[in-house]
């Protein structure tokens, strides 16, 4: 259950001193950095600058990210690897958006290299296909390509290894960040296409694998291969 806003504070209670703090991996290195995370607080100032030694020490710091130009006079703090969001319930807020965009991400990356794969199908003229190495398509656009990211480098070392992704699963169990992220959409009434998609995407494809014939009759479809789409783009989710 998503807990936020009046009702966060509800929940937690009104003594003085309560803080949210919403932790997020690192990749540093080509490796996720576990024991230093980026970290997202919720809290009265007060209280979550007695704590900053805390926060600062366990926080994944600069790194070799390059300084954003403009930044001048404004909180250095984020530039270490974490922030004070807001009041209570803000860190876990920006957290859960944070992991609607990740759904987002993912079902792009997804659906790019379903259409890569498709341009040897036969719904093609002949003189219009050719297979694509989707192992090297990866590799060739992590290495400085504006869609380069930590999600990228997790999916080329999958179709390193197998090229069509058969041993992984095409369903992604739901953790609930989406769900609430679009909760949040729908209350402050403002427009989330791609993310409202890549989770209804994701919704579809476990109630397929659950019951195809509950889905919708294009599912049903797929699963007894009885139309030309026969590859689901969630295949190449890269988790």
Not at 92 to 106: A, D, P, Q, T
Not at 115 to 134: M, V
């Amino acid at each position: 259950m998503r807990v936020h806003g009046d009702r966060a504070r509800r929940a937690i209670g009104d003594e003085a001193g309560c803080i949210d703090i919403a932790l997020q991996a690192v990749r540093r290195a080509e490796k996720l950095v576990d024991e230093r995370r980026l970290r997202m607080i919720g809290g009265d100032e007060p209280i979550v600058r007695r704590i900053d030694p805390i926060l600062a020490t366990l926080a994944p710091g600069r790194g070799d990210i390059t300084e954003t130009p403009g930044r001048e006079g404004r909180d250095p703090r984020v530039e270490n690897g974490y922030m004070h969001c807001g009041p209570v319930d803000s860190g876990h807020f920006v957290k859960m958006v944070h992991n609607g965009i990740e759904y987002g991400l993912m079902q792009a990356y997804a659906e790019g290299f379903h259409i890569l794969r498709h341009k040897e199908s036969k719904e093609l003229a002949e003189d219009q296909r050719y297979t694509l190495d989707l192992a090297d398509v990866a590799e060739v656009w992590r290495r400085g390509s504006v869609v380069s990211s930590w999600l990228l480098d997790l999916t080329a070392g999958a179709l390193a290894t197998d090229g069509t992704l058969e041993r992984f699963s095409a369903e992604i169990a739901d953790s609930g960040e989406g769900r609430w992220t679009i909760e949040a959409v729908i209350e402050e009434a403002v427009p989330a296409q791609v993310l409202s998609a890549a989770l209804y995407t994701r919704s579809a494809r476990a109630m397929q694998k659950r019951s195809p014939s509950a889905c919708c009759p294009r599912c049903a479809s797929v699963s007894a291969g009885t139309t030309s789409f026969r590859s689901n783009s969630a295949r190449f989710l890269p988790m």
